[in-house]
């Protein structure tokens, strides 16, 4: 059998298991669990695996929620990207139970190219990707030592075969001041919420005079106990994005300096502290975007290679295109008016066009990797480009 062929019995297997494929998609929806947290989704994804062949390693690179199922041996390695995780209050309002299904699906229905040509699929689980940078501790731990290639797709608006993705990093900041009653001896405080607000004009200021693609954002989440106390301590929890790391190191110290500077005036005492995990620009390798982009599109979903109109923020996916070759590219589920990380698109996660965008997801990914293990030389191109882009 052919590559071509094999890319008509990889469909008919995922078309055979729709019912299947869909009841784990509304179940692990059903049951949305944050960050590190994803026992339940973690469990049905790998007993799911497990019943169809593959070898499974539960709780890789020291988190409880992560996996690594793989099936054939030799190369290619070919890896198959799964989230899971939900969001605090809002449940699977990123699609993260779709993107899981689909890796699953995508990585049985491979097993028939493995099986013909030869190779190794891997689909591994990839917990707290919400903010928590589940990938960056597996990166930094081995969990892609010897994968060749690394693939994974995400639900959004728009049908697009690369994305931008941002670089950033957080920061949690903190003022000291000194308290003091507000009206009878105001002179004696050292107000440290003045401290925290100062810095937001800063920012602000600065924020005109940047790259447009980067972004400074933050919250402040102690300002102070009483209108009539001097506020001894504030804090803020900030996020500063930009498109590549030589951008993000600048834009870092510019926004420190707008806390300094804010500290000097106020003379409040400054502390911060910068996330342990930075996410990485991501980098999307075209060869393998043009493979996913043919292949989905001969199932009658249009997909542009780049599509300037897709906002997007930052993935913890970026760390891994930063190791090996990999494509995130995303699958439009809901109409464009509809915002991602809300109720909204929660609830289209759970719908019938979600279960369609999970099923092109998993049929174009197990296309894909026919044409890997069919092609060594595609295999060559996709390294090379990689090499040549460092
Ligand atoms: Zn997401
Ligand atoms: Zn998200």
């Known amino acids: 059998m052919g590559a071509e062929e094999l890319k008509a019995s990889v469909i008919g ?30 469990s049905w994804l790998t007993e799911y695996l497990k019943e169809n062949g593959f070898s499974i390693e539960q709780g890789i690179c020291g988190l409880a929620t992560a996996f690594r199922a793989s099936y ?22 990123c699609g993260h139970n779709l993107i899981a299904t689909s890796a699953v699906g995508a990585g049985i229905a491979a097993k028939l190219a493995v099986d013909r040509f030869g190779g190794t699929i891997l689909v591994i689980g990839t917990p707290g990707e919400e903010m928590e940078g589940g990938k960056v501790f597996m990166v930094n731990r081995g969990a892609f030592d010897g994968v060749d290639v690394a693939m994974m797709t995400h639900p959004g608006v728009r049908n697009t075969a690369t994305v ?14 000194k308290p003091a009653h507000a009206a009878a001896r105001p002179a004696e405080g050292i107000n440290a919420l003045e401290a925290m607000i100062q810095s937001f004009t800063a920012i602000n200021s600065l924020r005109q005079h ?20 001097v506020p001894a301590h504030s804090a803020g929890h900030f996020i500063v994005r930009a498109e ?54 001969s199932l009658g ?20 295109s930063q190791l090996v070759p990999g494509i995130h590219p995303l699958v439009a589920i809901a109409p464009v008016n509809v915002l ?10 759970a719908s019938e066009t979600g279960t369609r965008g999970l099923l092109d997801a ?29």
Not at 164 to 177: D, R
Not at 210 to 228: F, L, M, P, V
Not at 369 to 385: F, G, M, Q, S, Y
């Open 72 to 93: 054939g041996q030799g190369k290619p390695a070919v890896a198959i990207l799964a989230e899971y995780d939900a969001l605090p209050k809002l449940g699977h309002a």
């Open 164 to 177: 931008h993705g941002l670089a950033c990093q957080t920061l949690e900041v903190e003022f000291f001041g």
């Open 362 to 390: 998993a049929k174009a990914l197990a296309m894909t990797v026919v044409d890997l293990v069919a092609n060594p030389e595609i295999v060559t191109r996709v390294k090379e480009e990689f090499k040549r882009g460092k």
């Open 244 to 297: 590549d790391d030589d951008y993000l190191d600048e834009l870092k110290e510019r926004v420190i300096n707008c806390f300094t500077g804010a500290a000097t005036a106020s003379g409040a005492r400054l502390e911060y502290k910068w996330g342990e995990v930075r996410y990485s620009p991501l980098r999307n390798n075209l060869t393998l975007a043009q493979l996913f982009r043919r292949n989905i599109q």
């Open 210 to 229: 940047i790259k447009s693609s980067a972004r400074i954002h933050g919250i402040i989440t102690d300002g102070g106990e009483a209108a009539n106390v």
């Open 340 to 349: 991602g990380h809300s109720p909204k698109f929660a609830s289209v996660a």
């Open 13 to 42: 297997e995922i078309d055979a298991r729709r019912q299947q494929l869909s009841e784990l998609s509304l179940k692990i929806h059903a049951n949305p669990e944050i960050a590190f947290q994803e026992v339940k989704a973690a």
């Open 301 to 320: 979903r249009k997909m542009p290679l780049f599509d300037s109109r897709v906002s997007f923020g930052s993935t913890d996916m970026g760390n891994v």
